[in-house]
């Protein structure tokens, strides 16, 4: 007979693409929001943790028990509950053992379980791991019919929907996780804060969201660190679940004689010097990529004022930072070490958790905590009831074994003599079938007197906690008191006077952030700065000559050199009108010829430097075209922040900016000189101040082709009268007082200046 393969295209079913896809991507997102990236309100745990767990406890890998392989723990796992990779489990597990990640660890373990540092643990055939005190209080109550047991992926086993303990997970340990159109962020708390805020809650269910912030003070992470908002707002981040928290680096130095000094962190070396101290760092910031990145801020001069980083951590972590001098300001380096490096992170706050119907919620901690309350008293009348079921077998066979042991003789005679003893006693002594298997299966060592009056001892207690279970059960009340009772013996466990209760996070409002530049980071030194003809500029240390020998380039002459400060800015201006910023700090040293300036600022390749002058606070400038047009600007105003530099004189096709000379205070007079070497004096209080523009005219020309511009320009103050270098080798300045004779209207064609003024007609 010959059989013939079905056609697989007679299975494909006709559906609109989008609507397959949809339904598709909805089972897939509803997976992962319900089985594998929210945690669950009632044990704070996700299913790989949940099942890591309840795979230790089956191992039976107690505090008091010998580790085992995290091989097996691991293969258990993902052979009977969780059928995903074994790196993830594992990853899942090196978490729950590691003291930095978990405020109150789940897992002990033994091996490499990563560090701090940012480094990997071993793997999982060399490392061990058995629960931690914490875990067994988590899973409290699995025995005693507190919770439903569902089946496992394959069928063959089964596993708890959650566990029952009455640890506040959820709260204590936190978690993070990101689910499909949704994410969950959730700090660890300090657990007697949790306690009181639960207990408050449960004696007034009313109680207002102000009074639980003052029981609950905020997040309590493993690391420790300071959290430095205002309590305003950490109270309205867990009213509406959503918001986040500045953590800061904590500085202290231990060994540090003054108090005060040891809470800012700073020792003292003698001779004046200091050092800071970090002893926390901010949670989930790993130690090893912290210290590159303030290396990184050094090698990048970010901050000036820091020296060096050394890492001289133990156990204990411990981060010196060295300042540059002695002189700096502790407090501004703090502070720039905050904006710049990871000693100041954000961890947000979103409290979206499944509810008991394995609904996403975001919740406040008032209805959180509400939830969880809930649960613990419906896992409370279960647990109750699960005595009440086992106190009733119980009393069914003591009551047996009683009636037994009244008519012991004729039950041993029926016994003896009956083929089927069992339906007789039955009938005889109203006993149940459960009561007759047992007395059957009674040993003789059990006849003994004692045992009757052991009985009736038993008995009546067990009728005495049926009574008080009973009345637990018909009034909530009772519940609630019980429940406080419980939770008040788990505070004491977690007190803030134990090791591992003592809250970790300090949280203190900062100051308001000082607001610093990069130049109050600088230090400050005398810099000689030399631009060449060709462009090529250098910072020589200390103040040198400006009239000493400077080696060029083959080809290459001076053209600027001026005394500075590292501290200053210097203004570029260019002959096509634009202004640059440099860092009298950024600038190369004089060991060799200096870098090109164009390396530095975006220079025209056609235009050329025509002045360099340092940035002063209020400061101003003479400019000057070739034109003859010209205004005062403020040095603020021309301040570049980028490298394209300023557009401050606009300037026509064939005029270029010629004039930059810094105002004096003191000046109150403007002398131009033109080409057709003609002077003009006029007040200074006729030129203009502009921020951008062309200016105004400063002396008249004849309009023909030829007919002069603008030469040089200065400010000088009118009873000085007019000075200029003599020439030649005596190095004399001659100085004419008396100049009122040039003294005219802004704008005037002026008249030929004073006999001996130089031929170059430059002042």
């Not at 949940?50 to 191992?59: I, S, V």
């Not at 109050?520 to 030399?530: C, H």
């Not at 020309?701 to 007019?722: C, V």
Request: with cysteine; glycine share 8%; hydrophobic share 40%.
């Amino acid at each position: 007979m010959v059989t013939t393969e079905p056609d697989p295209f007679d299975a494909i079913v006709d559906a609109p693409f989008d609507s397959a896809l949809s339904e598709r991507y909805l089972v897939y997102a509803l997976s992962t929001i319900t089985a594998r990236s929210l945690p669950d309100l009632r044990d704070g745990l996700k299913p790989v943790h949940r099942r890591l767990l309840w795979a230790m406890r089956q191992l039976k890998l107690d505090p008091g028990n010998a580790f085992k392989k995290s091989a097996r723990v691991v293969g258990d796992v993902i052979g009977k509950y969780h059928p995903h990779g074994d790196a993830s489990v594992y990853d899942a597990m090196v978490r729950l053992a590691q003291d930095f990640a978990l405020r109150y660890p789940l897992v002990e373990g033994q091996g490499n379980f990563g560090n701090i540092d940012g480094d990997n643990a071993a793997a999982y055939r060399y490392t061990e791991a058995r629960l931690t005190h914490t875990a067994i209080r988590l899973m409290a109550g699995l025995d005693e019919g507190t919770v439903d047991f569902i089946p496992t992926y394959n069928g063959e086993e089964e596993e708890p929907e959650i566990f029952p303990g009455l640890f506040p997970n959820l709260l204590a340990n936190g978690s993070s996780g990101i689910a499909v159109g949704m994410a969950t962020s959730i700090p660890s708390h300090n657990v007697a804060e949790v306690v009181d805020a639960a207990l408050e809650l449960i004696d007034n269910p009313h109680v207002e969201h102000g009074r639980l912030m003052q029981l609950f003070q905020g997040p309590d992470f493993a690391t420790g660190g300071v959290i430095v908002d205002s309590p305003a707002q950490i109270s309205a981040a867990y009213e509406t679940g959503r918001g986040s928290f500045r953590v800061r680096a904590r500085y202290f130095a231990a060994e540090a004689e003054k108090e005060e000094d040891r809470e800012a962190g700073i020792e003292r070396l003698g001779g004046g010097q200091w050092q800071l101290v970090v002893s926390e760092i901010p949670y989930m910031v790993q130690k090893g990529k912290l210290i590159e990145q303030i290396a990184q801020v050094i090698a990048d001069r970010k901050v000036p004022i820091l020296e060096d980083v050394r890492d001289e951590s133990d156990e204990n972590i411990r981060l010196v930072l060295v300042p540059k001098s002695r002189n700096v300001d502790p407090e501004l380096l703090k502070e720039s070490l905050f904006k710049l490096t990871d000693l100041e992170t954000r961890f947000s706050l979103n409290l979206n958790v499944l509810d008991a119907t394995r609904t996403p919620m975001v919740m406040g901690l008032k209805e959180l905590l509400e939830h969880w309350i809930l649960s613990q008293i419906d896992i409370l009348r279960r647990r109750s009831q699960h005595r009440l079921d086992k106190i009733a077998a119980r009393l069914e066979l003591v009551e047996g074994y009683i009636i037994a042991f009244l008519n012991l003789d004729r039950i041993i005679e029926i016994i003896r003599t009956e083929d089927e003893p069992k339906v007789l006693m039955m009938a005889e002594f109203a006993l149940t079938d459960r009561q007759a298997e047992a007395i059957l299966n009674m040993r003789l060592r059990s006849l003994r007197k004692l045992e009757e009056m052991e009985l009736r001892q038993e008995r009546d207690d067990l009728l005495a906690e049926r009574e008080e279970l009973q009345k637990l059960l018909d009034s909530p009340a009772r519940q609630r008191t019980r429940l406080k009772r419980d939770l008040a013996n788990l505070r004491k466990e977690y007190a803030e006077d134990t090791a591992i209760g003592r809250r970790r996070t300090t949280i203190a409002e900062a100051a308001p952030r000082i607001e610093f530049s990069m130049d109050a980071m600088i230090e400050k030194e005398p810099v000689t700065v030399i631009l060449s003809a060709r462009g090529w500029i250098r910072a020589a240390r200390g103040h040198v000559a400006l009239d000493g020998e400077f080696k060029f380039k083959e080809g290459d002459g001076p053209a600027f050199a001026l005394h500075a400060q590292t501290t200053d800015k210097l203004l570029i201006a260019c002959d096509n009108g634009r202004f640059y910023t440099l860092g009298a700090d950024k600038l190369p040293g004089a060991r060799g010829f200096g870098e090109p300036i164009r390396t530095m600022v975006d220079v025209d390749a056609d235009a050329q430097v025509m002045g360099v002058v340092i940035f002063r606070p209020r400061g101003q400038l003479l400019i000057a075209a070739s034109n003859g047009k010209g205004f005062a600007a403020e040095m603020e105003e021309l301040l570049a922040e980028t490298r394209k530099g300023r557009q401050v004189v606009n300037v026509k096709p064939g005029v270029k900016l010629c004039v930059v000379r810094e105002i004096a205070a003191e000046h109150d007079h403007v002398a131009v000189v033109g080409d057709n070497r003609k002077l003009v004096i006029f007040a200074l209080e006729e030129l203009p101040v502009l921020a951008r523009g062309q200016g105004v005219a400063l002396q008249r020309y004849r309009p023909e082709p030829g007919g002069g511009g603008l030469s040089d320009a200065i400010t000088l103050r009118l009873e000085d009268g007019l000075s200029w270098a003599m020439g030649g080798e005596s190095g004399r300045t001659r100085t004419e007082k008396d100049v009122m004779l040039w003294k005219v209207a802004r704008g005037a064609a002026g008249r030929m200046p004073p006999t001996g003024f130089p031929r170059d007609n430059k002042f």
